[in-house]
């Protein structure tokens, strides 16, 4: 079966499908040059990230906590829009609100020679 060329998705329907962990990580789209997931973590939990070999993009829907980028930190909430190059050490921190993220990684396509 061939791949769609383009997907709709609804957000709300894709957060409904989160388990209740206090932290998640639920991947919707998975394609050659890209994917896209929804993170949440709960008020107060611990994001026990790594970095990632992807360049990486963070829409916060809701919630606030503070993002550490590498030595750098600062206050993150509703509509703030993040970008973490590959391997760069990351994580958010003082959860107040629970967070619900939208998550964009860039991955390299295979060689399609």
């Known amino acids: 079966m061939a791949q769609s060329t383009w997907q709709v998705f609804d957000l709300a329907q ?8 206090a932290v998640e990580y639920l991947e919707f789209l998975n394609v ?8 949440f973590l709960a008020a107060g939990s611990t994001d026990m990230q790594a970095p990632h070999d992807e360049d990486e993009v963070y829409l916060v829907l ?7 980028l590498q030595d750098a930190e600062r206050a993150v909430g509703p509509g703030s829009l993040l970008y973490v190059s590959a391997t760069t050490e990351h994580s958010f921190f003082e959860i107040e609100e629970d967070m619900t993220l939208l998550v964009v990684f860039a991955t390299t396509p295979p060689d399609r020679s």
């Open 32 to 39: 050659p040059a890209l994917n896209c997931g929804i993170y």
């Open 14 to 21: 894709i957060k409904g499908k989160l388990k209740g962990d």
């Open 62 to 68: 809701s919630g606030r906590a503070r993002m550490r």
